[in-house]
């Protein structure tokens, strides 16, 4: 099966531009989330849908950061504006429902550097 | 409060070698999954091995296994038989709560960095 597609893969923006990333969670799976992984940092945890809403977003930045699931299937992360601190690795995951032996399985990530 | 600690930045082991990767959790939920996960330097996370807070058995998956310690809290990976290959970031995870919700967070520790040497 096809695992999560993300794309860009790399983006280099200016501080205060904005920025989209995409994500297509693997076909079926109802769970979607989007980590932010600081270089030498785990995996921080922006945002977490359930089908195409949000039961998590906690640790999203909202006056910059938003994110939306539309149709439960694809989502879009987008900040606006950008800032230094923005640089990491922005991964993407999806699971299936329901099971809590169900691990995430991760796209390869974009590789945002706020310049 | 941490959810997840791993406490070894970094670790070093010869090839053929094993070697323990350790891992550390807080949670009062009863029901919560264990995961690990590896990390190379091209950046995909691959998962590698899961724990269930009530299998009563420790979890192995070919040459690694997981010392799954419930009373301490710990969930240490053991890599048996080191390669060269098992160079990178290693992450212990976290998720709480029902499965069958599927509203459950996963979390991550902050790594442990393998390097295996010849």
């Known amino acids: 099966e096809a695992g999560v597609a993300q794309s860009p893969r790399y983006k280099i923006i200016e501080k205060r531009q904005s920025v989209a990333f995409w994500c297509n969670p693997i076909?079926?799976?109802?769970?979607l989330y989007w980590y932010q992984q600081i270089l030498g940092q785990g995996p921080k945890l922006l945002i977490q849908f359930q089908n195409n809403g949000v039961v998590d977003d906690s640790q999203l930045p909202k006056d910059r950061f938003s994110a939306e699931r539309l149709k439960g299937v694809d989502s879009t992360l987008k900040i606006q504006p950008a800032k230094l601190e923005d640089s990491a690795v922005y991964l993407c995951?999806?699971?299936?429902?329901?099971?809590?032996?169900?691990?995430?399985?991760f796209g390869q990530g974009t590789r945002l550097t706020v310049v | 409060a941490q959810k997840i600690t791993q406490t070894q930045p970094g670790m070093f082991v010869q090839e053929k070698e094993a070697v323990t990767l350790d891992c550390t959790y807080d949670?009062?939920?009863?029901?919560?999954?264990l995961f690990w996960y590896k990390q190379p330097s091209s950046g995909e996370m691959i998962f590698l091995i899961y724990q269930g807070s009530y299998d009563q058995q420790n979890a192995t998956e070919g040459r690694y296994s997981l010392n799954f310690q419930k009373a301490r809290k710990s969930a240490n990976l053991v890599i048996s038989a080191s390669q060269l290959g098992d160079s990178a970031m290693y992450f212990c995870a976290m998720r709480e709560g029902e499965g069958n919700t599927g509203f459950q967070k996963l979390v991550f520790g902050t790594g442990t960095r393998l390097l295996v040497s010849p």
């Open positions: 076909s079926g799976h109802a769970t």
């Open positions: 949670t009062s939920d009863p029901s919560y999954g």
């Open positions: 995951a999806s699971s299936p429902r329901g099971g809590p032996n169900t691990e995430a399985f």
